[in-house]
């Protein structure tokens, strides 16, 4: 079965590999586009991409979905789209498969309930690379046994949110294996407020936004004597493809709401 993708945020570097990438699969079909402003009729007509590459261009997603039927909507837009993209799909039996981070507690409880009162499959991944999800899991398992633990992400410097989506889906698995305690000395004090980051639990997380950067994440598990770092780099968009196709197949055969690609891999 050739399944019918359409995808929001195609003129983003991410947008544009998943283009690519699903243009290229044998069991994909690139529908339609959504986009939050009218750049033309098809993705060719954007300047972006080849002259074969007519996928209409929607600006409306309901009207997408009465026109082209896919059966899922790749969101890889921004923190102020996402979640109204998201439950909309869910709303018309589009299953979400979301690359954007900045969700409330809030907003994906609402949108678990949703899929699963719907029983359409929706997948959220603050990550789709592999690697990055890998270190994620070996970062929860080593909390238990190293509980003192700083984690640094490194991302490019047009990100819109701090932390990433990454750092604050390890904090999350890290939190159920490490004992909520403080951190540092029990005087520590900021001569500059900010320097030791954000506090979750205890634990710090640092941002770091530079040109040149891609994604990149260091969790560093100190004990008596010695530390363990576990590092991921991307060092480029294409680092995500194989998550993305991952996440499409799957979520063709879920029925409730998964959030992360720790749950979808063996």
Do not use: W
């Amino acid at each position: 079965m050739t399944i019918r993708v359409a995808i929001a945020g195609a003129r983003g570097k991410m947008g544009k590999e998943a283009v690519h990438t699903v243009m290229n699969h044998a069991e994909m079909e690139l529908v339609s586009v959504l986009d939050y402003k009218k750049v033309g009729d098809t993705l060719a007509d954007t300047k972006l991409f080849p002259s074969d590459f007519t996928a209409p261009i929607y600006i409306d997603l309901e009207q997408l979905n009465a026109e082209t039927k896919p059966d899922v909507l790749i969101d890889l837009t921004t923190p102020e789209f996402v979640y109204e993209h998201t439950k909309q799909a869910l709303e018309l039996n589009v299953r979400p498969v979301v690359g954007t981070t900045g969700f409330s507690d809030e907003q994906l409880e609402e949108l678990k309930a949703l899929s699963k009162e719907s029983k359409i499959g929706c997948i959220i991944a603050p990550n789709f690379a592999i690697g990055a999800v890998l270190m994620m899991k070996f970062a929860e398992q080593a909390a238990k046994y190293l509980p003192d633990i700083e984690i640094i992400e490194m991302h490019h410097d047009q990100k819109l949110d701090a932390p990433s989506g990454t750092a604050m889906k390890t904090a999350h698995l890290i939190s159920q294996q490490r004992p909520i305690h403080e951190q540092g000395h029990v005087h520590e004090k900021e001569i500059l407020e900010g320097a030791r980051g954000a506090n979750y639990d205890g634990m710090r997380i640092h941002s770091v936004r530079l040109p040149g950067l891609v994604a990149h994440q260091q969790v560093l598990l100190g004990g008596e004597g010695q530390m363990l770092t576990l590092r991921h780099d991307s060092f480029n968009r294409g680092s995500f493809m194989s998550g993305v196709i991952l996440s499409i197949q799957t979520v063709m055969e879920k029925e409730e709401l998964i959030y992360g690609l720790e749950h979808i891999i063996d």
